[in-house]
């Protein structure tokens, strides 16, 4: 069953303080992406990770970082959270070979104070 | 500028219309086109996609009609049902593994 899982999927934080999301894939899939999703301005995607220790600035990159030290498993890291972070991030993974389907996880509600 | 614009941010239809979500892009080089059905509380799935070569593609209620010249597109959902009721996302892609989204269309069937 391929799945796509994201932890914590609620999570409460002051401004300053570090997040880490955490995402994992039981596909082998070698790219995964992380989107954050606010109301009416759709996905907008943050960073892609083409395999390990092989990532790419996506659109708003600003005030995030990633991490990816194996193939299943990506990590979206705020140092120092904002208030404007506040959003719901998810992360989705495709194959790299011909398959164009991207397969997203549940979501990350990620709340600022 | 924005790669994929969907023409409407929400649709209502009654319980047994056609839903029609328009979408249109900008760069010719996209040749797979997803849509992607959102529930509340939930990730994006893949629900239905065309690739550039056809203009169209049917799956039971749900069937894309895809026009390479104009480069627009549209979803059309048959005898919609309020379970249909999601935000629908269209989204194109070419061969550098980036998918660009348009904004979503939030339908809504009433019964």
């Known amino acids: 069953d391929m799945k796509v899982t994201q932890m914590p999927r609620y999570l409460i934080k002051r401004m300053g303080e570090n997040v880490l999301l955490e995402c994992g894939q039981d596909?082998?899939?070698?790219?995964m992406y992380w989107y954050r999703q606010d109301p009416g301005l759709g996905l907008q995607l943050i960073y892609i990770?083409?395999?390990?220790?092989?990532?790419s600035e996506g659109d708003i990159p600003k005030g995030y970082r990633v991490s990816r030290k194996k193939r299943e498993h990506f990590s979206l890291i705020l140092d120092s959270a904002k208030t404007n972070q506040t959003s719901v991030y998810f992360c989705?993974?495709?194959?790299?070979?011909?398959?164009?389907?991207?397969?997203f996880g549940p979501g990350t509600r990620l709340t600022v104070l | 500028q924005q790669q994929v614009r969907q023409s409407s941010q929400s649709l209502t239809v009654w319980e047994g219309e056609t839903a029609i979500l328009n979408c249109s892009y900008e760069?010719?080089?996209?040749?797979?086109f997803p849509w992607y059905q959102q529930f509340p509380g939930e990730g994006p799935a893949l629900l239905i996609a065309?690739?550039?070569?056809?203009d169209k593609k049917e799956d039971g209620r749900f069937t894309i009609f895809f026009n390479k010249r104009e480069k627009n597109l549209s979803l059309h959902i048959k005898d919609s049902q309020p379970g249909d009721s999601a935000t629908y996302f269209c989204?194109?892609?070419?061969?550098?593994?980036?998918?660009?989204f348009g904004d979503g269309t939030q339908l809504v069937v009433k019964p």
């Open positions: 989705a993974s495709r194959s790299g070979t011909g398959g164009y389907e991207q397969y």
């Open positions: 596909m082998s899939h070698e790219t």
């Open positions: 990770s083409y395999d390990v220790d092989s990532n």
């Open positions: 760069n010719s080089a996209f040749d797979y």
């Open positions: 065309i690739r550039s070569v056809s």
């Open positions: 989204a194109a892609m070419s061969s550098n593994n980036r998918i660009f």
